[in-house]
């Protein structure tokens, strides 16, 4: 739980920062908060018990 947490805390920063980058014009971090952004997000899905969630009864995209 606490990996998690951690992780959408990361997002949610980033994305905060690349919104401002983008408020600000600054194209350079913008991409750079975006990819790490991205890159957080994909480690999220890694840690995720998908097989658990489908038993609990929660929507999962099989794109994955």
Not at 1 to 11: P, R, S
Not at 43 to 53: A, G, M, P, T, Y
Request: net charge positive; proline share 0%; no cysteine.
């Amino acid at each position: 739980y606490a990996l998690v947490l951690k992780l959408h805390e990361g997002i949610i920063k980033y994305l905060s920062f690349a919104k401002s980058a983008i408020n600000n014009g600054d194209v350079e971090n913008k991409f750079t908060y975006i990819n790490k952004s991205i890159a957080i997000f994909d480690e999220l899905r890694n840690v995720l018990d998908f097989e658990k969630l489908k038993m609990l009864g929660g929507v999962v995209n099989s794109a994955a």
